[in-house]
């Protein structure tokens, strides 16, 4: 079945509908037909593409409100009554958690509790899918793809963090969910994405873009850390089909999941800034690639040089896979940011064409 005969008219609460990958959710929620519902803060950056492509005409209700505040949370849960609940709120810089670990704790742990409670005590919630990270796991840079069952981990505030709500989740699934009726939980662990309407601080895409979109010169932290890159729209395509695989109770499903790209989508940040410099064309200034540049408080802080993830347990369980060649993916990423930089008021309409571009993808896959 595909996915919008299954999610029309269903009920989908998403937190952190506000955010870079909430927005596209949202988006894409509301071209399979889904009713959605939106509880989240407003990410701190000056430019959020949630109000460019303007996400809260799309919500049937929102609540501009924190995931910490447990009762306010069980009372929008209450009203919206979701079948289906996605938890993307956090706080999701690995910089910013250096900086402020009470709150990224605070967000990413207490809110998940909140959130699995608040789901927990609600009866219409029959699926709950927690968005984690790809950087849950004990990571000593040997290069191999991390399978789910690897050890958990994470050597800064924000990765541990997210291996924290990992182990949350699982011992709530053993502790409360086996009764029947009971509500279906899993994780879901995905690596870095690209994707237009990313705004945040210190994620290469977006600084890279701001710099070419001023002419100036692009200054990349770490040149050779590698990562697994693919557009957002891959993993988000994956939550969706894992909340629907919990739905409609699928034993197998009540677990974690890695969501990433083939091993040819592995870049170096250096190659990334490369291939997005070249598509941006003529108008940037010069690439230059020197650790520490990118600002004052980047370079001191550890990252992982090596981050991949094994996608097998997705394809076999889920027969999710990867469709957009990662050459794509930096097209339609570019395109959107060309079409931002041009203050284009169709960034809805655009953003739509590359989920359904992506959708036909999908299907040819
Ligand atoms: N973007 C990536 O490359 C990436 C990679 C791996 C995992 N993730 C995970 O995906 C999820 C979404 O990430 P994103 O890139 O869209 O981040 P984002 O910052 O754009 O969105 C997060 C949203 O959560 C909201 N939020 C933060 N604290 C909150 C709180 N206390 N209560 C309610 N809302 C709160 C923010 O205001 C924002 O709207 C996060 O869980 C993140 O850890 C993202």
């Given at each position: 079945?595909?996915?919008?005969?299954?999610?029309?008219?269903?009920?989908?609460?998403?937190t952190?509908h506000?955010?870079?990958?909430?927005?596209?959710?949202?988006?894409?929620?509301?071209?399979?037909?889904?009713?959605?519902?939106?509880?989240?803060?407003?990410?701190?950056?000056?430019?959020?593409?949630?109000?460019?492509?303007?996400?809260h005409?799309?919500?049937?209700?929102?609540?501009?409100?924190?995931?910490?505040?447990?009762?306010?949370?069980?009372?929008?849960?209450?009203?919206?009554?979701?079948?289906?609940?996605?938890?993307?709120?956090?706080?999701?810089?690995?910089?910013?958690?250096?900086?402020?670990?009470l709150?990224?704790?605070?967000?990413?742990?207490?809110?998940?509790?909140?959130?699995?409670?608040?789901?927990q005590?609600c009866?219409?919630?029959?699926?709950?899918?927690?968005?984690?990270?790809?950087?849950?796991?004990?990571?000593h840079?040997?290069?191999?793809?991390?399978?789910?069952?690897?050890?958990?981990?994470?050597?800064?505030?924000?990765?541990?963090?997210k291996?924290?709500?990992?182990?949350?989740c699982?011992?709530?699934?053993?502790?409360?969910?086996?009764?029947?009726?009971?509500?279906?939980?899993?994780?879901?662990?995905?690596?870095?994405?690209?994707?237009?309407?990313?705004?945040?601080?210190?994620?290469?895409?977006?600084?890279?873009v701001?710099?070419?979109?001023?002419?100036a010169s692009?200054?990349?932290?770490?040149p050779?850390?590698?990562?697994?890159?693919?557009?957002?729209?891959?993993?988000?395509?994956g939550?969706?089909?894992?909340?629907?695989?919990?739905?409609?109770?699928?034993?197998?499903?009540?677990?974690?999941?890695?969501?990433?790209?083939?091993?040819?989508?592995?870049?170096?940040?250096?190659?990334?800034?490369?291939?997005?410099?070249?598509?941006?064309?003529?108008?940037?200034?010069?690439?230059?690639q020197?650790?520490?540049?990118?600002?004052?408080?980047?370079?001191?802080?550890?990252?992982?040089?090596?981050?991949?993830?094994?996608?097998?347990?997705?394809?076999?369980?889920?027969?999710?896979?990867?469709?957009?060649?990662?050459?794509?993916?930096?097209?339609?990423?570019?395109?959107?940011?060309?079409?931002?930089?041009q203050?284009?008021?169709?960034?809805?309409?655009?953003?739509w064409?590359?989920?359904?571009?992506?959708?036909?993808?999908?299907?040819?896959?």
């Amino acid at each position: 079945m595909a996915l919008s005969d299954f999610f029309a008219g269903k009920r989908v609460l998403v937190t952190g509908h506000a955010g870079f990958k909430g927005t596209w959710l949202t988006l894409l929620l509301k071209l399979l037909g889904a009713e959605v519902y939106g509880y989240s803060l407003l990410p701190a950056s000056s430019e959020r593409m949630y109000e460019l492509v303007r996400g809260h005409e799309l919500l049937s209700s929102e609540l501009i409100a924190d995931v910490t505040d447990l009762h306010s949370l069980q009372r929008f849960v209450t009203q919206s009554k979701p079948q289906l609940v996605l938890h993307l709120a956090a706080q999701p810089l690995v910089i910013e958690s250096y900086l402020d670990p009470l709150t990224t704790y605070r967000t990413n742990v207490l809110g998940t509790l909140n959130v699995l409670a608040a789901c927990q005590a609600c009866p219409s919630v029959q699926s709950l899918t927690v968005i984690t990270t790809d950087k849950c796991y004990e990571n000593h840079d040997e290069g191999r793809p991390f399978k789910e069952t690897d050890p958990l981990g994470g050597y800064d505030m924000y990765s541990s963090s997210k291996a924290c709500a990992e182990i949350l989740c699982a011992s709530f699934r053993n502790s409360f969910l086996h009764e029947p009726g009971t509500m279906h939980l899993a994780t879901a662990r995905a690596g870095n994405v690209i994707g237009g309407g990313d705004f945040a601080a210190n994620r290469l895409v977006p600084d890279c873009v701001r710099a070419l979109s001023r002419g100036a010169s692009v200054m990349v932290r770490n040149p050779h850390a590698t990562r697994p890159w693919q557009h957002v729209l891959e993993p988000l395509y994956g939550y969706l089909t894992l909340a629907r695989a919990l739905y409609e109770g699928q034993e197998a499903a009540a677990s974690a999941f890695n969501f990433g790209p083939n091993p040819d989508s592995v870049l170096t940040a250096g190659e990334v800034v490369a291939a997005v410099t070249t598509l941006w064309g003529s108008t940037g200034g010069d690439t230059a690639q020197s650790e520490g540049q990118l600002g004052s408080n980047s370079a001191r802080f550890h990252e992982a040089a090596l981050l991949s993830l094994d996608n097998r347990k997705a394809r076999e369980v889920l027969g999710v896979k990867p469709a957009l060649p990662l050459k794509e993916a930096l097209e339609l990423t570019v395109a959107w940011y060309r079409a931002w930089a041009q203050h284009s008021s169709t960034l809805r309409e655009l953003s739509w064409q590359q989920i359904e571009h992506y959708l036909q993808k999908v299907e040819e896959a």
